[in-house]
């Protein structure tokens, strides 16, 4: 296991609390330079000055923002190692987006895949290799992903059902993520940390309040983890020997589990929404090195 992150850069995202402040910390002990990113100037903040790194501002609201934030990294990073999309929100009410998406959909899919992309030719230039690891979640089991609406304007709002599809979409994401680049030294997997106790429930007062009140029963509470523990994950799949034999994995805290829902193992699907995705956030459908192969054409 690769315990020595010295002279390696790690960004985290959703880095101010919780999952990724315990993360940042830890990997500021292994020694890496710490891209600590976050929506609180004053969290974030102080969890960078704790760690030794550098705080980086976003508002996953808005895709502007987002590339924004990947010029920041990217004029202020010679390289990058890991990139940890952590961040993410559950919202009981509809809420709509600067770039007027569903708001769960856009923190939790389309605003990491935007960054991810941004960020992967620095990525995959990273003499070790480099992982993109992207925080999931269990809800996606029951979940469903429909390709023509995204936004969930259907059957009415319902806030865990939709945030289901969006952890539903990270899976897909990442399979998709770890397709696109075979023949490079990146990788990609995600994972869900269990049932911890994070600011992702911020902007959800209801299921805010039941995690900090009474209405949890001892045994509930005695189930939820901490911080650290939720992070352990994380830190395995970006330390772990033979990153491909994680790629395109997905791990149920730290064991690799075949997914447990008959869309997350659909390509067709993974693919179907990589090019929506790429569609809504400006990017190219395809990636240089997929319209060479397409064509015939011989790599670089």
Known sequence: MTQDFRGKTVVITGA??????????????????????????????????????????????????VRRLAT???????????????????????KT????HEMTFQVNHLAPFLLTNLLLDRLAASPDGARVINTGSMRYRKAHLDPD?????????????????????????????????????????????????????????????????????????????????????????ATTPGPDTVNGAYFHRLTREEPKNEQARDQALARALWERSAELTGLPVSSPRQQDESSGAPKA
């Open 72 to 94: 920041d990294l990217l004029d202020t990073y010679d390289r990058i190692d890991v990139l940890a999309n952590n961040a993410g929100a559950i919202f009981t009410s509809r």
């Open 16 to 65: 101010s609390a919780g999952i990724g402040a315990a993360a940042a910390r830890r990997f500021g002990e292994l020694g890496a330079t710490v891209a600590v990113v976050g929506r609180s100037p004053e969290k974030t903040a102080a969890v960078a000055a704790a760690v030794g790194g550098r705080a980086h501002l976003v508002d996953y609201g808005s895709l502007d923002d």
């Open 149 to 237: 609406d995204l936004d969930s304007t259907r059957d009415g709002y319902r806030g865990m059902r939709v945030y289901g599809a969006s952890k539903l979409a990270t899976i897909l994401f990442t399979s998709e993520l770890a397709r696109r680049t075979q023949g490079t030294d990146v990788t990609a997997s995600t994972f869900h940390p269990g049932s911890v106790a994070t600011d992702v429930m911020r902007d959800n007062a209801v299921l805010g309040t039941i995690m900090k009140s009474r209405l949890l029963g001892k045994a509930a509470k005695a189930m939820i983890l901490s911080p650290e523990q939720g992070a352990e994950p994380l830190l395995h799949l």
């Open 97 to 100: 987006s600067a770039d007027g």
